[in-house]
């Protein structure tokens, strides 16, 4: 079957998904585009930076965070989607919950991005089934008010990637079609520090699960590790960082990358791509 990706995302390169968090508590620019007029003139921006995707999320999923309603989510992203959708985005949806799933597709959206896998909200299989929209499966081990003391493994390539695989069977049970699936190793959720580099570092046993990667490193706090100390607490002090790892997620063959700095991002793709054609 053909995929369902809108053919503009049918490019030979990594693509770029600028994210629009419209929420008043996300752990880098909580507040800052939570107004509706705000967030959505930030997506236009994005666009204009070289952004292929716009990920609009209205559920901070940061360590400790509360959980929304699903209507409170919605009335937060629905007139976001709606705006960029109607002028010709492609718009994702950062959601774990399928009642947003699925209004947000009805409404333009060509991807849902659910973090949890379908692990918050069991209806998300067969909700994506009915779509037919592309759907990144997320690795999660709880809600993030319980993830960090989950961080526990004997080898986090291998157990990342069987659980995965064992979320993808439940979805392809309930009629998801293997084209819609993009996996994501979920780096931060239920991960310290060194699951996350042991995950990007070997990408490519990831990507031998057969399904395309988003990798979501941008400012989260393990690139702390790698910047002046003199800034590391500052999540927009981690941008370089980010950058750093889009290029080398990208040259290990990363569908897409997800990042809040779009501009640096596509550069960095970009020299990743034209590093693997020449090799």
């Known amino acids: 079957m053909p995929s369902p990706l809108p053919q503009a995302l049918q490019v030979d390169r990594t693509l770029v998904m600028g994210i629009v968090n419209v929420t008043p508590d996300s752990f880098s620019d909580g507040g800052q585009w939570y107004e509706t007029d705000v967030a959505i003139a930030h997506g236009r921006h994005l666009l204009t930076q070289g952004a292929d995707i ?7 999923t940061r360590p400790g965070a509360e959980p929304v309603s699903a209507a409170e989510e919605l009335a937060r992203v629905l007139p976001v989607v709606e705006a960029l959708a109607r002028e010709g985005a492609v718009v994702s949806v950062d959601t774990t919950n399928a009642a947003t799933a699925e209004a947000v597709v009805d409404a333009g959206a060509a991807i849902v991005n659910d973090v949890s896998g379908g692990l918050a909200d069991a209806a998300m299989g067969p909700t994506m089934a009915r779509t037919g929209a592309v759907y990144v499966l997320g690795h999660w081990r709880g809600s993030p008010e319980t993830m960090t ?4 493994y004997d080898d986090v390539v291998t157990e990342v990637g069987a659980e995965l695989t064992d979320r993808v069977s439940t979805f392809l049970e309930a009629g998801v079609r293997r084209e819609q699936i993009v996996l994501d190793p979920g780096l931060g959720f239920a991960k ?7 995950l990007l570092s070997h990408l490519d046993d990831l990507a031998a699960l057969g399904y395309p990667l988003v990798v979501g490193a941008s400012r989260k706090r393990f690139l ?3 910047v002046a100390p003199t800034v590391a607490d500052e999540p927009l002090a981690r941008d370089q960082a980010t950058a750093a790892v889009s290029a080398l997620s990208a040259a290990a063959g990363a569908w897409a990358v997800r990042v809040h700095e779009v501009a640096g991002t596509v550069d960095a793709v970009r020299v990743a791509a034209a590093w693997r054609s020449h090799r």
């Open 149 to 152: 003391s989950l961080a526990v």
């Open 192 to 198: 310290d520090a060194e699951h996350n580099w042991r």
């Open 54 to 60: 716009v990920d609009v999320g209205g559920e901070s």
């Open 224 to 226: 702390a590790g790698v």
